[in-house]
């Protein structure tokens, strides 16, 4: 992902009602239609996230977290 953040998704919170997948400007939320026929969030695709938080800010369930990046690029010293 882009930002500084890693947005996390629990599936057991998540109700599925889709408000994460389409407030999300960089089509991030990954769904995947099921045997009953209906579409599933099935997780966030952390290569086109750009850790907006839209996706956080928006769920009714709280099934959306943050967690700060871990590695070179989020503890690198400024210049």
């Known amino acids: 992902s882009w ?3 890693d947005m996390i998704w629990d599936e057991e919170k998540c109700t599925d009602c889709a408000q994460c997948w389409y407030i999300c400007p ?3 939320i ?3 239609k099921g045997e009953d026929g209906l579409w599933h969030m099935k997780g966030i695709d952390i290569l086109h996230c750009k850790s907006c938080q839209n996706c956080l800010e928006i ?3 709280e099934a959306i977290s943050k967690r700060l990046k871990q590695g070179p690029a989020s503890c690198a010293a400024p210049e």
């Open 3 to 5: 930002g500084e953040w």
């Open 26 to 28: 960089d089509f991030s």
């Open 59 to 61: 769920c009714p369930v």
């Open 30 to 32: 990954i769904r995947e």
